[in-house]
């Protein structure tokens, strides 16, 4: 069974920093593509950043976060990072991770298509920038 699970979350101050990692159990994270998405309350749930499978080296990130927000990937771990510097309070939500197997990091982040049937979600970690 394929399981993620986010961690890092917490309250931080504009300006802060915040590492989340997302933990797969069950299935190795270098042959998927994974992906980095938020909800904020009231707003719709968007795409951060995406990262190819290791042996396709490729990366996506929305523009609200392009310069301070950094996705990588550590395989002996098997974890994905979100390093997100810089935070605003525009940065708050629900942080979730997800895999697919097939999807690029294009696709899975920019595309079209159904988000639920991606192959594995995270529960989600909140993440609260205030002052």
């Known amino acids: 069974q394929l399981q993620l699970v986010e961690s890092g979350g917490g309250l931080a101050q504009p300006g802060g920093s915040l590492r989340l990692s997302c933990a797969a159990s069950?299935?190795?994270?270098?042959?998927?593509?994974i992906g980095w998405f938020r909800q904020a309350p009231g707003k719709d749930h968007e795409a951060v950043s995406c990262i190819n499978r290791s042996d396709e080296p490729s990366y996506w990130y929305a523009d609200s976060v392009k310069g301070r927000f950094t996705i990588s990937r550590d395989i002996a771990k098997n974890t994905v990072y979100l390093q997100m510097n810089n935070l605003t309070p525009e940065d708050t939500a629900v942080y979730y991770c997800a895999a697919d197997a097939t999807l690029i990091a294009q696709a899975m982040c920019a595309g079209t298509y159904n988000r639920n049937g991606l192959d594995a979600w995270g529960q989600g970690t909140l993440v609260n920038v205030s002052s």
């Open positions: 069950g299935f190795a994270l270098d042959y998927f593509t």
